[in-house]
T-cell receptor
Framework: DQQVKQNSPSLSVQEGRISILNCDYT??????FLWYKKYPAEGPTFLIS?????DKNEDGRFTVFLNKSAKHLSLHIVPSQPGDSAVYFC????????????FGKGTRLSVIA | DSGVTQTPKHLITATGQRVTLRCSPR?????VYWYQQSLDQGLQFLIQ???????AKGNILERFSAQQFPDLHSELNLSSLELGDSALYFC???????????FGPGTRLLVL
């Protein structure tokens, strides 16, 4: 049973446009969400996080939106750059319950120059 | 560079064998996590240690075991290896139990 789902295995976006990566979760106990970026032959790199008390968190070109009622979060990258081409993983956890991170399968983003 | 180191980078072995993967956490980090990433799969949590003690266990097979040593480095032991154990194995570390995890570059294991 996949508790964190990234339904789009891949996404192609033109350089300079917005990239929107989506993530759905099923466990209503999840209250802390993270996005990681992964380049080939490297480990995942932490990108941005959001707790369930917020519905938006912004860090430079990256913004994460959380819709708790829909159990949905999204990562917006504006403007997209070729260096953003990577696999993006969504992860979630029950922060207060100290449960492990649960990862989605990832979305491969290709930013085309 | 996350500051988390993993050795070896690549490992090729045969079915039935045993291997040990090593992880050194970032300086100051007390918690170590192990993950497995198989083809087209997300990262599957295996096990977590905090300051030498096991704190959480995921879907780790009985053939797999881990430990965290007094110097805080960790080792993941995989025994009686099967073809399906071929995967990327990542180690991550964090300062404390609930803090952001920082990942190492991974060990790619191929079982032939």
């Amino acid at each position: 049973d996949q508790q964190v789902k990234q339904n789009s295995p891949s996404l192609s976006v033109q350089e300079g446009r917005i990239s929107i990566l989506n993530c759905d979760y099923t466990n209503s106990m999840f209250d802390y969400f993270l996005w990681y970026k992964k380049y080939p032959a490297e480990g995942p790199t932490f990108l941005i996080s959001i707790s369930s008390i917020k519905d938006k968190n912004e860090d430079g070109r990256f913004t994460v939106f959380l819709n708790k009622s829909a159990k949905h979060l999204s990562l917006h990258i504006v403007p997209s750059q070729p260096g953003d081409s990577a696999v993006y993983f969504c992860a979630a956890k029950d922060f207060s319950g100290n449960t492990p991170l649960v990862f989605g399968k990832g979305t491969r983003l290709s930013v085309i120059a | 560079d996350s500051g988390v180191t993993q050795t070896p980078k690549h490992l090729i072995t045969a079915t039935g064998q045993r291997v040990t993967l090593r992880c050194s956490p970032r300086s100051g980090d007390l918690s170590v996590y192990w993950y497995q990433q198989s083809l087209d799969q997300g990262l599957q949590f295996l096990i977590q240690y905090y300051n030498g003690e096991e704190r959480a266990k995921g879907n780790i097979l009985e053939r797999f075991s881990a430990q965290q040593f007094p110097d805080l480095h960790s080792e993941l032991n995989l025994s009686s290896l099967e073809l399906g154990d071929s995967a990327l194995y990542f180690c991550a570390s964090s300062v404390a139990l609930q803090e952001t995890q920082y990942f190492g570059p991974g060990t790619r294991l191929l079982v032939l």
